[in-house]
């Protein structure tokens, strides 16, 4: 894997948000509307872990989200943001701070 300038890391907007709701998307088996608070600002990110997680579990848990991510639309629905997940056998597995921690805490 190619190494990043300790500038180019500093350019990604990564920081704790917690989870308002979540609801599936009509039309589509994978896709979740999450909507996370990051205290000054609320965003809508689409992601396809439909078929590992159920909504109302991930509500009120706490994740680190790349803010900075060019929007992109699906199904109709704009993403504003991408929540950054481990991936153990082709799962995608949340990461979540041990602690409580203010939603729109910085991540380094």
């Known amino acids: ?5 300790f500038a180019d890391f500093q350019k990604l907007d990564i920081k704790i948000g917690t989870i308002k709701s979540v609801e599936n998307i009509e039309g589509s088996e994978k896709l979740l509307k999450i909507i996370i608070d ?8 689409i992601s396809g872990i439909a078929k590992w997680y159920v909504p109302e579990e991930l509500v009120g848990k706490q994740v680190p989200v790349l803010l900075n991510l060019e929007p992109k ?4 629905n704009e993403s504003q943001g991408m929540i ?11 990461l979540n701070p041990v602690d ?5 805490s910085i991540v380094r």
Do not use: K, Y
Request: hydrophobic share 35%; glycine share 10%.
């Open 1 to 5: 894997m190619d190494s990043i300038s």
């Open 100 to 104: 409580t921690v203010p939603s729109g």
């Open 38 to 45: 990051f205290g000054t600002e609320t965003r809508q990110i």
């Open 84 to 94: 950054l997940m481990a991936v153990s056998d082709e799962r995608p597995i949340q």
């Open 73 to 76: 639309s699906f199904l109709g």
